[in-house]
């Protein structure tokens, strides 16, 4: 298997991601699916989220401090899914579309202030497969589940989270809860 310059990237020691992960409800029910289609295709298994920000770099305790302060200027965020999509890449394989909404954008670029990253395409989304399945396969899954993926769900957690090619190792290094604005 040959691999792109971000892969790669993803296995230097000491990479991270920042992650908004969905509510208990609709975490489970995106769980569910994951697992299924995991089993079904010989995928790795990872937790629901929608990826803020990637290939962080620094030490682990300069990064918790900054995912501190960035997590004591959000508040829980309201997503509709717009619909299921692919693409022929490992790791957005297939996922759920969120709207860009506001509030999701307004995170994004909190984000990217406190880690002083580079503002890049924003294409916000919870992945429900990675993995090499062919496009007749995904457009088959998506007839499948679309009654399964909520609709509307809210991102009430953010994490850090150090990341490898190899899922399995993924580690959540530190979690906050999100206040909800109402």
Same mark, same amino acid.
């Given at each position: 298997m040959e691999f792109t310059t971000e892969q790669q990237e993803l296995e230097v020691p000491g990479r991270y991601a920042l992650w908004l992960v969905p509510e208990a409800s609709a975490e489970e029910r995106l769980i569910s699916v994951i697992e299924d289609l995991s089993d079904r295709y010989g995928c790795p298994r990872f937790l629901p989220h929608a990826t803020i920000l990637g290939g962080l770099g620094g030490t682990e305790q300069e990064l918790i401090e900054k995912v501190g302060s960035l997590a004591g200027e959000l508040q829980a965020i309201d997503v509709t899914a717009t619909g299921l999509a692919m693409e022929p890449y490992y @790791?957005?394989? @297939?996922? #759920?579309? #969120?709207?860009?909404?506001?509030? #999701? #954008?307004l995170s994004y670029q909190k984000a990217t202030q406190v880690f002083t990253a580079k503002a890049g395409n924003f294409n916000p989304h919870v992945s429900l497969l990675y993995g090499s399945v062919p496009r007749q396969e995904k457009i088959n899954i998506g007839a499948e589940i679309h009654s399964r993926v909520p609709g509307a769900f809210r991102l009430d957690r953010l994490y850090l989270v150090q990341i490898t090619l190899a899922v399995p190792n993924w580690k959540v290094i530190s979690r906050h809860d999100l206040p909800s604005a109402d």
């Open positions: @790791f957005t394989s @297939f996922y #759920l579309k #969120l709207e860009p909404s506001a509030a #999701l #954008l």
